[in-house]
């Protein structure tokens, strides 16, 4: 079958599930799940194949006709696309389901398939005036998924919160595909490299796109949206949604001119995103604003590559700048499933116990088994710790700046210090998710609603395990994926086609799956020989501490505290802390809150001031009459003053 | 054949030698407070006995409790088998192995913190906070160095980078490596090995909760990354592939004693640091590093 017949079957079944899916929950779910398969199907005949699908109307659209393009690129992210939505939906099935949400289950799966939608046909289209339809539906449906549980106030604020985010960006991109159709005179998009003027315009790309990706320091919008967002919302949003924003600046970084400092601009965003937000997560109590941040991270690194690549075409040095792309695709594709698979697992968290404060958890492995497994996973992966997936789109990416750095080049200036910076974002990921995974499910249950969790039911738990599933082959086989990696990276610099796969991708697939055997071996020997050595259970010996309580286990906030000490300047935490007092103290509580840094104390301050500004200029505008004909004598005498004496020349 | 067996023999050496060298530091430690110290051989009787022994678990705790010191030792055993050994040299060296080494050595972390946090204790969830963070630090400052040894030698895998001498800058390589070696194995003036119920140490609290076998595999995997350390740090500095298969096994040889030693030695005549001192000396050690790529930089042919 044809991609074009695929991706129209695609587009007829998700345009159905547009319709049905308020009243007919079931048919709404096959319907996205056939259309996400014909357009997985589509995406991978292209990424495997050799030559893009490309498709013009004869009719116009608002104007215009309509042009269709699926290159390696737009086929990369819509795989991803493809995965997250079904999973995705499945999980919302019974995650927000008709029985529990009666209110806004329907409104989620329209708004649901219109982002799935929208989303898709923004990486497909070709022509300017079309993508920012499609780009501006998904953000507007996304703006409703966000408010889906709008009884909480919190919901509702972070999803204003994320509309207005949007609409900055939204008004950078206006402005791009305007000039840009200004100065091509035509709507339709492809390699512009001919056009040397427009460089300027990557720095509109960079912003309009940058919102959506939430790098650091734009990412203000993104930890309360995904915090707030029903789980399988958040799934998306982390693992797809951020990703549209890399699109956009990988996709336009490819096809326009890009000014000579945007590889070191992008390198150092990434950088110092990597670095900060994992610094933020690292700090958080609330598992779900603690995977937010963790996104920040992941956009960093993803940005470190593109910045990599972008570079190494300014210094031509085809080599490690294929590397180092190849290692942010990759690192798309990998952020996409397990990010996802956190933000489900933190789901079945918060399904099971209605709270996401970590500090209020603990001990649920024993009732939520599964769950606890693949959080774990997932925590292996998105550490970036071998044998998992998030290690191979690293060790691509760290290749390339080693590389870089090997060949003494100019670029290895900026790679020297961007490779530290990743390896101590590296050390503080696996501090943070040693965090997240332990003080949720380990220990002892620390509340009530902690002590009665539950296992979350067969639908939610199937796509998880199909996003585990996913880590582990992108895991174990790499050097499968090579392919379609190189055939992404030849549509982004058509100078790079046919980069041979490295030859250490593969060992590096043998060597995960020989250490994952012996792992699991070793695990074996040692479980049996505990066994037949005999075992007794104890309270946890705690150095003889004789009553232990399960509010006596390290805090969240505890185990944060070192680093928390180091980036205090950054992190500005907030605390609260009444002491006990007197001989019986009735109650002493400590509080913390670690406030969204760039909002609170950079944007707000200055909106502030913007306001009082505003506030002030109003006072001339009172309504009488005689000051308002002084403003205009006095507004002539100043024209006739400037004619004067600026004089002719 | 040929690379099988060249594992193989690697293999025994790696956990065969391993367990000498706790033995060399208590004894060098004991020379120099005038003891006599317990046989050198003291860590392999205690491993056998460890091994045969029963196993108290706390009720908290899931089977992850004793996975995780099992995936540790394969990590870290993992990350010695991707060295080379003087003659011995890697058969499974590939490019970018070295990322591999650095980061199997923090799969080992994350095994052994998220073990220690199972059980519930604030006192290993203390070690396991003060291990993960300090950690951040010497991640760098191991980055460092391999960067350093990297553009010496203008290769990634392990083998080609450590085959070359380290150039002018390897005297600071050796001191920075030698501060990341005593922090990543807990020695003295980071932590002191001895204590147990201190609440200044970093590792040992983490394994508070362990007894048997599972102790046995942490307590050989320590060992293992001890050796580990000191002969990446030998390699790093020595020109090794200048010398012949022989010489460069007895250099090899002779300078892991010496480090040993001088370990032995550090623990003997300084006294642990104030807690808050710690990451200013890892700092210092990653600031050691970081020299060293410079002058790996500015210096040497391209």
């Known amino acids: 079958m044809s991609p074009g017949f695929l991706l129209t079957s695609a587009f007829a079944a998700a345009s159905a599930s547009l319709v049905v899916g308020a009243r007919y929950s079931r048919t709404w779910l096959a319907l996205v799940v056939c259309a996400a398969a014909a357009t997985l199907a589509a995406a991978f005949r292209v990424l495997l194949g050799t030559t893009d699908w490309e498709w013009r109307s004869n009719f116009a659209i608002g104007g215009e006709a309509a042009h269709l393009r699926l290159d390696g690129v737009s086929a990369v992210f819509l795989v991803l696309l493809c995965v997250v939505a079904a999973a995705g ?29 929208n989303m898709g046909l923004a990486l497909l289209c070709s022509n300017g005036l079309h993508f920012l339809v499609a780009w501006e539906l998904f953000t507007l449906s996304a703006y409703f998924l966000i408010r889906l549980d709008d009884r909480r106030r919190p919901a509702r604020s972070a999803a204003w919160l994320y509309l207005a985010a949007s609409h900055v960006a939204s008004l950078c991109l206006f402005a791009f595909f305007g000039v840009l159709a200004a100065r091509t005179g035509s709507w339709d998009l492809g390699p512009m490299l001919e056009h040397a003027e427009l460089a300027p315009l990557f720095w509109l790309v960079l912003l309009g796109f940058g919102v959506k990706a939430g790098f650091f320091p734009l990412h203000v919008w993104l ?20 990703k549209m924003g890399i699109y956009g600046i990988v996709r336009f970084s490819g096809w326009l001119v890009v000014p000579p400092g945007a590889g070191w601009v992008v390198l150092g965003l990434g950088a110092g995103s990597a670095l900060v937000g994992i610094t933020f997560a690292f700090a958080q109590n609330d598992l779900k604003r603690l995977l937010a941040y963790c996104s920040v991270e992941h956009v960093g690194v993803i940005l470190i590559g593109v910045g990599g690549a972008l570079l190494a075409v300014a210094h031509d040095n085809a080599a490690w700048g294929r590397l180092a792309l190849a290692g942010a695709l990759l690192h798309v594709w990998n952020h996409g499933a397990f990010k996802a698979l956190l933000f489900f697992c933190s789901g079945s968290v918060v399904h099971a116990t209605g709270t996401r404060e970590m500090s209020r958890l603990g001990g649920l492995w024993r009732a939520m088994p599964w769950t606890a497994t693949l959080f774990a996973l997932a925590a292996i992966a998105v550490a970036g710790l071998p044998p998992l997936n998030g290690f191979v789109s690293e060790w691509l990416l760290y290749l390339g700046l080693f590389d870089a750095a090997a060949l003494r080049s100019a670029a290895a200036w900026a790679v020297l210090p961007v490779a530290i910076v990743l390896a101590m974002a590296g050390a503080l990921a696996l501090a943070t998710f040693v965090k997240a995974g332990t003080i949720v499910f380990f220990g002892a249950p620390r509340t009530q609603v902690a002590r009665h969790a539950h296992e979350c039911g067969p639908l939610m738990r199937g796509p998880m395990l199909v996003l585990a599933g996913a880590c582990i082959a992108l895991a174990l086989a790499p050097a499968v994926l090579w392919p379609a990696l190189a055939r992404a990276v030849g549509a982004w610099n058509p100078a790079w086609i046919g980069a041979e796969p490295p030859a250490a991708l593969d060992r590096l697939g043998w060597t995960h799956v020989v250490l994952a055997g012996v792992a699991v071996l070793v695990a074996l020997v040692l479980v049996r020989r505990v066994r037949a050595n005999g075992t007794r259970r104890g309270p946890t010996w705690d150095c003889g501490f004789a009553e232990p309580t399960p509010r006596m286990q390290y805090t ?61 200029a109003r006072k001339l505008q ?27 020349p | 054949m040929n690379v099988l067996l060249d594992v193989l023999l690697r293999a025994v050496v790696w956990l065969a030698l391993a367990p000498l060298l706790p033995g060399i530091i ?27 022994k029963g196993v108290v678990l706390s009720t908290l705790v899931s089977p992850g409790f004793v996975i995780g010191p099992a995936v540790a030792w394969v990590a870290v055993f993992g990350a010695a088998l991707l060295l080379p050994l003087g003659a011995l040299g890697t058969g499974l060296g590939f490019e ?23 059980t519930g204790s604030a006192f290993e969830g203390m070690g396991a906070a003060r291990e993960v963070s300090y950690a951040v630090l010497s991640e760098a400052a191991i980055i460092a160095a391999v960067l350093a040894l990297c553009v010496q030698s203008g290769s990634t895998s392990l083998v080609a980078m450590l085959t070359p001498a380290a150039g002018a800058g390897a005297v600071l390589l050796a001191a920075g490596l030698f501060v990341v070696l005593l922090a990543e194995n807990c020695r003295v003036p980071f932590d002191d090995p001895n204590t147990h119920l201190e609440l200044t140490m970093i590792h040992e609290v983490m394994v508070l909760d362990h007894s048997g076998p599972p102790l046995a595999v942490i ?23 200048s010398l012949t298969p022989l010489a460069a096994t007895g250099a090899l040889a002779a300078s892991v004693l010496v480090v040993t030693l001088a370990t032995g030695m550090t623990e003997s005549l300084l006294a642990r640091f104030a807690f808050r001192r710690v990451p200013l000396l890892l700092t210092v050690g990653f600031l050691l590093c970081l020299f060293a790529l410079l002058f790996a930089w500015r210096g040497g042919p391209a």
Request: contains cysteine; positive net charge; charged residues 15%.
């Open chain 1, 89 to 117: 939906a499945v999980y919302g099935r019974e995650y927000w389901s008709d029985a529990r949400e009666p209110g806004s289950a329907p409104r989620g799966r329209i708004a649901w398939s219109a982002m799935v939608l």
């Open chain 1, 223 to 242: 930890p309360s949206a995904h915090s707030n967002a029903p789980s399988h919302v958040s799934g998306i949003l982390s693992g797809v949604a951020i």
């Open chain 1, 556 to 616: 969240s906030g505890a185990f944060a505290g070192i680093v928390g000490g180091w980036s205090a300047w950054l992190l500005r935490t907030e605390s609260r802390y009444r002491r006990p007092r007197g001989a019986f103290p009735a109650r002493s509580e400590r509080v913390e809150r670690v406030p969204e840094m760039v909002l609170e104390h950079v944007l707000a301050p200055t909106g502030g001031a913007l306001v009082r500004v505003a506030l002030a």
């Open chain 1, 622 to 648: 009172h309504g009488r009459l005689q000051a308002y004909i002084l403003y205009l004598v006095l507004g002539l005498a100043g024209v006739a003053l400037i004619v004067y004496f600026g004089g002719a």
């Open chain 2, 26 to 52: 208590t004894k060098t430690k004991a020379w120099v407070a005038g003891r006599r110290g317990p046989p050198v051989l003291q860590l392999s009787y205690d491993l056998a006995r460890l091994w045969r």
């Open chain 2, 96 to 118: 970018g192995d070295v990322l591999l080494f650095v980061y199997l050595l923090a799969l080992a972390r994350f095994c052994t913190a998220w073990a220690a946090m199972e």
């Open chain 2, 219 to 241: 307590l050989h995997g320590a060992s293992v990354k001890l050796l580990l350390f000191a002969v990446f740090l030998t390699e790093a500095v020595l020109p090794m592939g």
